[in-house]
């Protein structure tokens, strides 16, 4: 779970991700990576539509960067 | 634990995998996935019945992603 | 720790490991797996009795996933 | 850090290793194990002295299980 | 999510390495690490330009330990 | 985050490491382990200062045991 109150910077950098359709890179807690972009978020979950165009529901807890250009 | 708002978009698109049977892949934080139907969800759990028709109730917080079609 | 309502699902689930003594596999965050039968259940923790009598207090937090019959 | 509260069956179990001096084997989150006699424990932590008198203080967020006899 | 009051210690001390752009390394719960300079935190984030000019959110609940000069 | 009240026996078991500079093993829940003597505590971090005089800032979450003389 996270604190999410869009008046965060961490909150807002995400909705700028999501109005911009920025490509990402999400690192999770698994050593595992997804790229994509992010379709909405939520105090549990980004969802995140990937180049491959499939849809995942990312847990917050999960994630441990995001990288973006 | 997770925030369990039914006004949450992530609780929601839980909600219409339950209500349309969609088959998901949970990837968990061990790196381990399984893949099934979910039944029913709460603060804590998912309850999934597999491909194989097992019963496993999944802790949330052991959830990584759920990819979907 | 765990949301601890006996109104939960997932409470009620394993209020009735413990009551039919349902042999269960705990899958741990860690990748192991413990067998055995449920004796109690709290806010922090399970008690289990493996199959080969060893008492196990296991706790909610690094439990992935129950898988049972 | 754990709910603390010594009504719950998991407290109280804690409580009889520290008053029986009962030799434990803590699994952690790492799959690491420690094996010792707990002195005393708090919302945080368990105080352990191990097998060869080492004094460890074991964080509860890292605990997995607790095997006893 | 973290504790986020300007009166910690642990916070003042990333308000100085934002402040004084001290190059950093964090060490992350996957044990990865990333180098660079934080430019902002909040309760969930730091903002981190890496030595090659990535942009990086790392979220805290990640974090095991950053080392610094 | 961590239970933070100078009540705990664990927060004035550290207080005690910072007071005597005892020198302590930390073991992380990556299953590295840091060396050194902590300068101060919050509720998210300790400041570790290393046997090779390197500045530390270990999160709390991170910490499965410390281990001390």
Sequence with gaps: ???FD???PSVR????????KTPIEIGLM???TLEGVVK??????LSLVTT???????WIQAIAYIRYR
Tied chains: 1, 2, 3, 4, 5, 6.
């Design 13 to 20: 950098q995400i909705q700028s991700f999501i109005k911009n």
């Design 1 to 3: 779970m996270t604190a």
């Design 52 to 58: 491959s165009q499939e849809k995942i529901l990312v």
């Design 30 to 32: 698994t050593n595992k």
């Design 6 to 8: 869009t008046g965060f």
């Design 40 to 45: 909405w978020q939520d105090q549990n979950c």
